[in-house]
């Protein structure tokens, strides 16, 4: 007989897997953007306005590696958040054994 830490701890290390596989089927279209930016960085330089992109914190993305950054900030916080369900899932699993 299962409890319910097992089976909350199945549900949320499901729903850390699907969160993973979300953030990888949108590689694509972060590939495309990431791309695009770089196209438009190169356009900006040409004009001399590379300090036209900004971060949310107002700080330039004037060099490729700094746009790189930036996109992958995005792609790191989505596998944070994927590995912090997966884990808590697991715990609470293990938690489930143990008591029941």
Do not use: C
Not at 14 to 34: K, M, V, Y
Not at 42 to 51: D, I, Q, V, Y
Not at 68 to 81: C, I
């Amino acid at each position: 007989m299962h409890n319910g830490l097992e089976i909350a701890g199945s549900i949320i290390s499901f729903a850390g897997a699907g969160w993973l596989a979300i953030d990888s089927l949108r590689l694509r279209q972060h590939i495309r953007t990431e791309a695009g930016a770089m196209r438009l960085l190169a356009r900006l330089k040409r004009a001399g306005l590379e300090k036209v992109l900004t971060d949310t914190e107002g700080k330039p993305l004037s060099s490729e590696q700094a746009l790189r950054l930036w996109f992958a900030a995005s792609t790191l916080a989505w596998n944070w958040v994927g590995l912090v369900l997966i884990t808590l899932g697991f715990g609470l699993d293990l938690a489930g054994r143990l008591i029941g």
